[in-house]
């Protein structure tokens, strides 16, 4: 199948710092890419649709400014969190969706990210 | 609006035992519908999916699924579980051709040996 790569899968950074978290689809193109959130023993919320080309669509109360994602390739999303403070902490975790013939049949997940700020 | 709903947070099964799993969805349209399995700290495996045509659907480590329109259900099953299955599972409904998941609350599963 499919393979969406995410990097890194863990990283801990200081208060205030800005932090980068790349999704790579590696054998197929994604024109979107998607960007969740996790909490500790809770579901997947959306956080984002990026684009290639052009800009992402936020979901309501996901603070742009916070959360910057750039979708510079067909192949490659990044995700960066500005100013990250301890309340940032959880787990993100990339999707891209696998289209043939036009319909997306799957998405296909990265391994995640687990950041701390401390 | 649509969302999907897992009842059970927590199930714990004994190994060899059958398990089920809920899930109901709210969705104007039909839906396609997926479920995945989550191991701790890592990202999400595709157990099945559902877009379409039969309604009892096979997947992977020998678990299915069957869509029922008229419960807005797709419960997840296997006849007999391992321990390898103690996992995070997630059922999700696709938002149209988007490519985009709305994730029910997720259930644990644990297996008694």
Same mark, same amino acid.
């Given at each position: 199948?499919?393979?969406?790569?995410?990097?890194? /899968? =863990?990283? %801990?950074? $200081?208060?205030?710092?800005?932090?980068? %978290?790349?999704? =790579?689809?590696?054998?197929?193109?994604?024109?979107?890419?998607?960007?969740? +959130?996790?909490?500790?023993?809770?579901?997947?919320?959306?956080?984002?649709? /990026?684009?290639?080309?052009?800009?992402?669509?936020?979901?309501?109360?996901?603070? $742009?400014? $916070?959360?910057? %994602?750039?979708?510079?390739?067909?192949?490659? /999303?990044?995700?960066?969190?500005?100013?990250?403070?301890?309340?940032? /902490?959880?787990?993100? %975790?990339?999707?891209?969706?696998? =289209?043939? =013939?036009?319909?997306?049949?799957?998405?296909?997940?990265?391994?995640?990210? +687990?950041?701390?700020?401390? | 609006?649509?969302?999907?709903?897992?009842?059970?947070?927590?199930?714990? #099964?004994?190994? !060899?035992?059958? *398990?089920?799993?809920?899930?109901?969805?709210?969705?104007? @349209?039909?839906?396609? *519908?997926?479920?995945?399995?989550?191991?701790?700290?890592? !990202?999400?495996?595709?157990?099945?999916?559902?877009?379409?045509?039969?309604? *009892? #659907?096979?997947?992977?480590?020998?678990?299915?699924?069957?869509?029922?329109?008229?419960?807005?259900?797709?419960?997840?099953?296997?006849?007999?579980?391992?321990?390898?299955?103690?996992?995070?599972?997630?059922? @999700? #409904?696709?938002?149209?051709?988007? !490519?985009?998941?709305?994730?029910?609350?997720?259930?644990?599963?644990? #297996?008694?040996?």
């Amino acid at each position: 199948g499919a393979v969406v790569s995410q990097h890194p /899968s =863990r990283v %801990i950074c $200081k208060s205030g710092t800005s932090v980068k %978290i790349e999704c =790579r689809s590696l054998d197929f193109q994604a024109t979107t890419m998607f960007w969740y +959130r996790q909490f500790p023993k809770q579901s997947l919320m959306l956080m984002a649709t /990026s684009n290639e080309g052009s800009k992402a669509t936020y979901e309501q109360g996901v603070e $742009k400014d $916070k959360f910057l %994602i750039n979708h510079a390739s067909l192949t490659l /999303s990044t995700l960066t969190v500005t100013s990250a403070h301890p309340e940032d /902490s959880s787990f993100y %975790i990339c999707s891209a969706p696998h =289209r043939d =013939r036009g319909v997306n049949t799957e998405a296909f997940f990265g391994q995640g990210t +687990r950041l701390t700020v401390v | 609006a649509q969302s999907v709903t897992q009842p059970d947070i927590h199930i714990t #099964v004994s190994e !060899g035992a059958s *398990l089920e799993l809920r899930c109901n969805y709210s969705y104007g @349209a039909t839906p396609y *519908l997926f479920w995945y399995v989550q191991s701790p700290g890592q !990202g999400l495996q595709l157990l099945l999916k559902y877009f379409s045509g039969d309604t *009892l #659907v096979q997947g992977i480590k020998g678990f299915e699924a069957e869509f029922k329109r008229s419960q807005s259900s797709f419960n997840l099953r296997k006849p007999s579980v391992h321990w390898s299955d103690a996992a995070e599972y997630f059922c @999700a #409904v696709g938002a149209g051709n988007t !490519g985009k998941l709305i994730f029910g609350q997720g259930t644990t599963l644990q #297996v008694k040996p």
